[in-house]
T-cell receptor, first 116, second 113 residues
């Protein structure tokens, strides 16, 4: 139980275009979703926290107008990278508190974004 | 926070040996800790967790030790297998539930067959 499905698993896009990444909670309601970014050989860095029905909270240094987060339902949170540039190429991962003992947080499988 | 520019430290062990991966955490108020395994191109996979009211917890082939005095966490893997090769991250959290996990720098474990 407590599965988060993340799509796409990888995407290649041209500079200047926008890319949407979706995370769906399959068997539980995710009122909160955390979005992380991971550069090669580095750790996961929190970008923002989305809450269903309200505005996302962004970490310092993360441009909210560039990384648009929508959490319109209890089972879907999306991250849109707008006007993508090569430096946005990274691995993006979502995570939700699953509220289950020993598995307090569940992670999506990640999205590899390559901007060319 | 994460130090920009540092590469992941690597631990190489022989198959069958025990592995010990260490992690220092920064927030003395953290009360929940998790170890994750991450294989290339995949999301983090839960290994084991521990709460601050404990100093040791055992799972199958894995043990987590918590030393709150020096803010140190370790993961011990017994009889390391080639399938254990991955990057391991510790993560900490305060008020577990709706606050995000903060990840450590990570350690790459390479198992030599």
């Amino acid at each position: 139980g407590a599965v988060v499905s993340q799509h796409p698993s990888w995407v290649i896009c041209k500079s200047g275009t926008s890319v949407k990444i979706e995370c769906r909670s399959l068997d539980f309601q995710a009122t909160t979703m955390f979005w992380y970014r991971q550069f090669p050989k580095k750790s996961l860095m929190l970008m923002a926290t989305s809450n269903e029905g309200s505005k996302a909270t962004y970490e310092q240094g993360v441009e909210k107008d560039k990384f648009l987060i929508n959490h319109a339902s209890l089972t879907l949170s999306t991250l849109t990278v707008t006007s993508a540039h090569p430096e946005d190429s990274s691995f993006y991962i979502c995570s939700a508190p699953a509220g289950i003992t020993n598995y307090g947080y569940t992670f999506g499988s990640g999205t590899r974004l390559t901007v060319v | 926070g994460e130090s920009v520019g540092l590469h992941l430290p690597t631990l190489s062990v022989q198959e069958g040996d025990n592995s010990i991966i260490n992690c220092a955490y920064s927030n003395s108020a953290s009360d929940y800790f998790i170890w994750y395994k991450q294989e290339s191109g995949k999301g983090p996979q839960f290994i084991i967790d521990i709460r601050s009211n404990m100093d040791k917890r055992q799972g199958q082939r894995v043990t987590v030790l918590l030393n709150k005095t020096v803010k140190h966490l370790s993961l011990q893997i017994a009889a390391t297998q080639p399938g254990d090769s991955a990057v391991y991250f510790c993560a900490e959290n305060r008020d577990s539930g709706n606050t995000p996990l903060v990840f450590g720098k990570g350690t790459r474990l390479s198992v030599i067959a």
